[in-house]
């Protein structure tokens, strides 16, 4: 079966830009989108369709997928982005999730 | 604006069926643009796609649970509900649903907490 494998954890200082990976088997052939989860709360999504943002999502989410990962880059990171971040993708007619990162703003 | 509300027991006996149901408001379930889909998160877990479900009943459903999961759709009342036979404690989670906008989720329900014990 397919899988998305995501680093467990980032860490980044307020105002600097984190870069969080997501790898599968030629995931550059398909869409990749990212959720963001708090504690007790329902995942957001931020990205859909490798780069696109949806509406109200502040732009410094932004995204890209080529070869085999998927990248979620943070500019200008606020504590406010401090969070566990799931990649997805669609693969043989299932729905996959990444592993998830925790985001840690120190 | 679109909302969904899980709903359905919170404890659930090992062997026995999990039942819930998703009730979908300021939308219509029978949207020929979406599927609509369950997925599950154990306590400090990752995220576990289900299945989904087409108004149709048209369903997809994820391959390790398959022998376990009936999805169906009751456009009269805007629900769909998910039955997960035979739960064991590694079906404890927090049970979400969704709407699926292409082949994403991009819509979730607060989501519930499901305990499987005895």
């Known amino acids: 079966s397919y899988e998305l494998t995501q680093p467990p954890s980032v860490s980044v200082s307020p105002g600097q830009t984190a870069s969080i990976t997501c790898s599968g088997d030629k995931l550059g052939d398909k869409y990749a989108c990212w959720y963001q989860q708090k504690p007790g709360q329902s995942p957001v999504l931020v990205i859909y369709?490798?780069?696109k943002r949806p509406s109200g999502i502040p732009e410094r989410f932004s995204g890209s997928n080529s070869g085999n990962t998927a990248t979620l880059t943070i500019s200008g990171t606020q504590a406010m982005d401090e969070a566990d971040y799931y990649c997805?993708?669609?693969?043989?007619?299932?729905?996959?999730f990444g592993t998830g990162t925790k985001v840690t703003v120190l | 604006q679109l909302q969904l509300q899980e709903s359905g027991p919170g404890l659930v006996k090992p062997s026995e069926t999990l039942s819930l149901t998703c009730t979908v408001s300021g939308g219509s379930i029978s949207s020929s643009s979406y599927y609509w889909g369950w997925i599950r998160q154990p306590p400090g877990k990752g995220l576990e796609w289900i299945g989904s479900i087409y108004y149709s009943g048209s369903t997809y459903y994820n391959p390790s649970l398959k022998s376990r999961v009936t999805i169906s759709v009751d456009t009269s009342k805007n629900q769909f509900s998910l039955k997960l036979s035979s739960v064991t404690a590694a079906d404890t989670a927090v049970y979400y649903c969704?709407?699926?906008?292409?082949?994403?989720?991009?819509?979730w329900g607060q989501g519930t907490l499901v305990t499987v014990s005895s």
């Open positions: 969704a709407r699926i906008e292409g082949s994403l989720p991009a819509r």
């Open positions: 369709q490798d780069s």
């Open positions: 997805q993708a669609w693969d043989s007619s299932s729905l996959i």
